[in-house]
């Protein structure tokens, strides 16, 4: 962690603000970022404003700390960031570098060396059954022991919509960014990805890359 990422003590005490919410500005909204970014949440612009990206990012902290998801960043979110994750990993005995979906949490952790290095917000398939133009399908993401097969870099549309960096791991059903990713399963099958987090997920996972998808954890 470098030196100007860290918060001063007068940084700390500048957080007077008992709830910041989206769509606020400062430079508490800059703090936030700087510490969402050292806890591998957040990989947008430190621009100190509380927008939809900065958002994701608190919500996958929330998660990984089992807090409830709420946009409101209140004193319980800076402790959360002043505590280490610990957090049991879906495959204890996987390989150093892998990515985790965790389905019943909605939440992604990419492994590197066996110690996280991505955690993010996610929306997986809605589990119903879905008809467009006359083609029909079970909005399901699979579960299981998959690898990237295939990479799509930048924006690729398809009769399902459009998808950002996808990283196909099972047949049509991929990791990608997307501009909607709602905080429920709404996907017709693929794993959604805040935008300024896939682009960064987009460099870490080549082709082969281990992907572990479970219900439970």
């Known amino acids: ?46 621009n100190g404003r509380y927008d939809e990206q900065t958002k994701f990012a608190v919500w996958a902290l929330q998660k990984s700390h089992k807090m409830q998801v709420r946009g409101a ?23 150093a570098n892998r990515v985790e979906v965790r389905l ?22 809605a589990q119903r059954r879905w008809c467009l133009n006359g083609r029909c399908g079970d909005a399901v993401t699979p579960v299981g022991d998959f690898r990237v097969n295939r990479r799509a870099p930048g924006w690729t549309t398809g009769p399902l919509g459009s998808m950002y960096n996808s990283l196909y791991f099972v047949g049509g059903i991929a990791l990608h960014g997307s501009t909607k990713v709602p905080n ?9 990805v805040p935008m300024e987090t896939s ?6 996972a ?10 439970k954890w």
């Open 184 to 192: 429920r399963p709404a996907s017709h099958g693929c794993v959604r």
């Open 73 to 95: 960043v209140g004193p319980d979110v800076w402790r959360a960031l002043d505590r280490p994750l610990r957090t049991r990993a879906l495959v204890p005995n996987g390989p």
């Open 1 to 46: 962690m470098a030196d100007k990422d860290r918060p001063t003590p007068v940084e700390r005490a500048e957080i007077k603000t008992p709830l910041l919410r989206p769509g606020d500005r400062g430079k508490e909204i800059e703090l936030l970022q700087r510490r969402l970014r050292q806890g591998r949440y957040y990989f947008g612009k430190i």
């Open 104 to 125: 019943r949490e909605q939440l992604m952790i990419v492994y590197r060396q066996h110690r996280p290095a991505l955690i993010s917000h996610i929306s997986s398939g």
């Open 199 to 204: 682009k960064r997920l987009y460099q870490m």
């Open 206 to 215: 080549g082709m082969g890359e281990p992907v572990y998808v479970r219900q």
